[in-house]
């Protein structure tokens, strides 16, 4: 399944947000399809897909200390509006 997140921290922890994903690898179970982060430095947007939700859960608790992530499970509007058309 397709999630997004979107991750804000304070800007006393830009820099530990930067050192930790400057070493950040998705683990086992999560490919992601994109990764972006604002102009104002206080944001980052993830479009991912999660095979095993364990995995989800461990790459999450790895900046749960520092940041504050709202996830979202996400599909392709053409996929949708094809569900949506069969009702």
């Known amino acids: 399944m397709l999630?997004?997140?979107i991750w804000t921290w304070e800007p006393d922890k830009r820099e530990e947000m930067e050192r930790r994903a400057a070493e950040w690898?998705?683990?086992e179970g999560i490919k992601e399809h994109g990764y972006w982060l604002d102009l104002t430095g206080r944001h980052a947007f993830c479009l991912y897909e999660v095979e095993d939700p364990k995995a989800l859960l461990g790459a999450n608790?790895?900046?749960t200390?520092?940041?504050?992530c709202k996830s979202f499970?996400?599909?392709d509007m053409k996929d949708v509006m094809e569900l949506m058309q069969k009702k």
Do not use: G, Q
């Open 25 to 27: 690898e998705f683990p």
């Open 61 to 63: 608790h790895y900046w």
């Open 65 to 68: 200390d520092i940041a504050k």
């Open 73 to 75: 499970p996400v599909m």
């Open 3 to 5: 999630f997004m997140d």
